[in-house]
């Protein structure tokens, strides 16, 4: 007897054993050829479809002088993750390698040899990994997790020995490799001191008396040139909330209320200025309704609730319902859907909870400002199906963050622009729904629902627990749960996402909950462990205690038939043609020469994720006046808002998304898109194997992803880069979707 589950199983099995292929023409008619690999050596045709970047995701092995016709390359292939990027909890990247040769002889014609043995290393040598005897033709390797490494092949007489004793045929080092302490010219140029800035204007603001820049602070153990330590201020006026007005005279934030609504209910949320404390010192900040995240909505599926907003702030200010497919008079994008609130002005929202998952609400107008201080807050839509996410003992909120401090203060804003442009605003201080050193009590055995939402301005968290028995496994992200539970060890959020994951506490004993990533010393051209702590969940109770319900049924991986029967209704157009495609990139004008010339120094490797602020002089120097983040259609060459889209209610769309790596500098981006879901089918040509509905992707540098893209909601919509300094700089678009339909 076929069973609901039988059904949807084969069909979840065809899927991932079939490889969506594009097809001879796009939307517009036009012919689009598959994406090629990124090993991929010849000349791609003229109106070739973007693909990944070849110089990050293939190694061509050189052979050795004498040895002619022997070739091959290594695919760094995106392993599965059900995430934008695979890591391990190290945050080391993780890559499946596709290892291709071509003409290797007999290794007896070579000498005593009996074998060919493929190898990687690091470039020291102090880690040696054999990988086999290999042959002619393609074979996985298997997964590589080394930040720099190089592949051997050799001709040995053994094939199991532990280290390279033959004869070297073959060799290869991985992009990373490239990356090297700067020459000497640039040295000199740094230690004189004879770069001067380009533009003086925040110099000019502070001696004209509007304010003073802290220089914003270096991660400790690093250091920079002289020159860039000389920089001038960005050309843009300081600004922090609250000039003239002493703290103590505030209100102190207050911990987030939990509202449940019900449909048809009415709130009041006001934007107004708290006191925040941080580390015994107290600070002027925003909040909604005094609270420090704002309260948290907690609604049934299909509700709609009246939002009464109050703009008590000095800057005018909307608030944007991220992910909800509301009506689009609602949606709270400055100039497009609605008017800036002025302070002391009122809006009335109408806002519609669509679909089951976690959401969040933050202003759409300068968030790199008005978000970081604190004007955010969570949003849970309840699922009709009681057992939607499967059993659990409670559901804890995290909305992680970072803040960056000038010592003791808070670094100021750019008032007139965005300060940061080039990499985003990374902070140095962790905050867990708004607090650093965040604790959470549980009992051993408990298995605890975690909702997590990254508010950040630009950091991509590698989150995990680390010090005691706390297993993670991951059951939904954005708008709702995918196909199929996973087991995790870290979880990876890029700004704006939101992932939910079970995790079981199993043993008494205190668990911090860390950010673990890998960063990057530019000046000594290294890779080096950054590790800092968000919190800690202290774990009572005795070992051996009889288990929860939800804590026996933690252990099966469970199938949500939900999801799994909703997104089995579009795998009809997975292997439909790339209607549409978008490349990401970057323009730079004005800065100052010293930034100019370590930038391009800089590119001859971008890693895929940026994980913290290791440049922190030139990044603050910048401003959206000198740089533009582009979005750019490449089939018309429109960029940005001249980008002009039009769909019809119940269009499904298939775009390409491709972060170019020739940019001046290349990092990742959190594409958002308002008002619709998506799917995400593949990155770098390798198909997804767990979906789950989405609003933001995160796209790695070099990479291209393909995304179904639903259209069920009528009206203007934004799409755009979650970083918010990169939204500020221009990376934002509109498309427009005719026809009725419920939002």
């Not at 920079?224 to 050309?235: E, G, N």
């Not at 849970?380 to 059993?391: Q, T």
């Not at 549980?442 to 989150?463: D, K, Q």
């Not at 530019?522 to 950054?530: D, M, Q, S, V």
Request: proline share 9%.
């Amino acid at each position: 007897m076929l069973t609901l589950k039988t059904i949807l199983s084969g069909a979840l099995a065809a899927a991932v054993a079939t490889t969506p292929a594009t097809g001879p023409t796009g939307r517009d008619g036009l012919a689009i050829p598959p994406a090629p690999s990124p090993c991929d050596d010849t000349p791609p045709p003229p109106g070739a479809t973007l693909a990944p970047s070849r110089d990050l995701y293939c190694l061509f092995l050189a052979p050795r002088p004498g040895l002619d016709g022997l070739s091959g390359h290594l695919e760094l292939r995106p392993p599965h993750s059900p995430f934008g990027v695979a890591v391990n909890s190290a945050g080391n990247h993780l890559y499946e390698g596709i290892l291709t040769l071509d003409g290797l002889p007999d290794p007896a014609t070579l000498g005593d040899y009996d074998h060919i043995v493929a190898w990687l290393a690091t470039p020291l040598f102090d880690t040696v990994i054999n990988l086999g005897p290999v042959a002619n033709g393609t074979r996985s390797i298997g997964e590589i997790d080394l930040n720099k490494f190089m592949i051997l092949v050799t001709a040995e007489a053994r094939p199991d020995a532990p280290e390279w004793e033959g004869r070297l045929l073959l060799r290869a080092s991985s992009p990373s490799s490239r990356m090297s302490p700067p020459d000497m010219q640039e040295f000199i140029l740094g230690a004189t001191g004879t770069a001067q800035p380009t533009h003086q204007h925040g110099a000019m603001d502070a001696a004209a008396g509007n304010g003073t820049w802290p220089h914003p602070p270096m991660m400790p153990g690093l250091t920079m040139f002289p020159a860039l330590m000389a920089l001038a201020p960005p050309a843009a006026t300081p600004f922090l909330p609250g000039a003239g007005i002493d703290p103590a005279t505030l209100p102190l934030a207050r911990p987030r209320d939990v509202l449940q609504l019900a449909d048809g209910d009415e709130i009041t949320l006001e934007a107004g200025l708290v006191r925040r404390r941080i580390h015994s010192r107290d600070h002027v900040m925003y909040g909604f309704n005094g609270q420090y995240p704002g309260p948290l909505l907690h609604v049934p599926e299909a509700a709609t609730v009246t939002v009464h907003f109050t703009n008590s702030i000095a800057w005018p200010t909307t608030i944007h319902w991220h992910g909800l497919r509301l009506d689009n008079a609602s949606d709270g994008v400055p100039g497009i859907t609605q008017d800036p609130v002025e302070p002391g002005e009122t809006f009335r929202y109408e806002v519609h909870f669509k679909d089951p998952g976690v959401y969040w609400y933050h202003p759409h107008h300068r968030e790199d400002v008005l978000k970081d201080l604190g004007l955010y807050g969570n949003m849970l839509v309840e699922s009709r199906h009681p057992d939607y996410y499967g059993p659990a003992d409670r559901e804890e909120f995290l909305m992680v963050d970072d803040f960056l401090m000038a010592g003791d203060d808070p670094m100021p804003f750019g008032e007139e622009r965005s300060t940061h442009a080039f990499m985003g605003r990374f902070g140095d201080l962790m905050l867990v729904n708004g607090e650093p050193e965040y604790e959470l009590d549980v009992t051993a055995g408990e298995v605890v629902r975690l909702y997590i939402t990254n508010v950040s301005n630009t950091r991509t968290f590698n989150l995990s627990f680390v010090g005691g028995a706390a297993r993670m496994k991951v059951i939904g992200t954005d708008v709702g749960a995918f196909e199929r539970e996973e087991w995790i060890e870290s979880i990876v959020l890029s700004p704006a996402e939101r992932y939910i994951v079970h995790v079981r506490f199993d043993e008494p004993g205190d668990v911090a909950l860390v950010n673990r990533v890998q960063g990057i010393d530019h000046l000594g051209g290294a890779f080096f462990a950054e590790t800092d702590t968000l919190g800690v969940v202290h774990v009572a109770g005795t070992p051996g205690s009889r288990p929860t319900p939800a804590a026996l049924a933690f252990d099966t991986l469970r199938t949500n038939l939900h999801a799994a029967r909703e997104i089995a209704l579009y795998r009809e157009h997975f292997d439909d043609p790339v209607d549409h495609e978008l490349t990401f990139t970057l323009e730079a004008s004005g800065i100052p020469f010293i930034v100019d010339r370590l930038m391009r120094f800089d590119s001859a490797y971008f890693h895929p994720v940026e994980w913290s602020g290791t440049m922190p002089m030139m990044n603050w120097n910048s401003t959206s006046q000198e740089v533009r983040w582009i979005i750019r259609e490449p089939a018309t060459g429109h960029e940005n808002m001249d980008i002009a889209w039009n769909f019809e209610v119940g269009d499904v769309v298939k775009i390409r998304l491709h972060n170019e790596r020739r940019s001046f500098h290349a990092m990742q981006h959190p594409f958002h898109i308002h008002g619709q879901r998506f799917l995400v089918l593949e990155r770098n040509r390798v198909p997804n194997e767990n979906l789950a509905w989405k609003d933001t992707v995160l796209l790695p540098a070099g990479t291209t992803t393909d995304i179904l893209l639903e259209i069920t909601n009528p009206g203007r919509w934004m799409a755009h880069c979650h970083i918010s300094e990169h939204l500020e700089s221009g990376m934002r678009m509109l498309f427009e979707v005719g026809g009725s339909g419920s939002g």
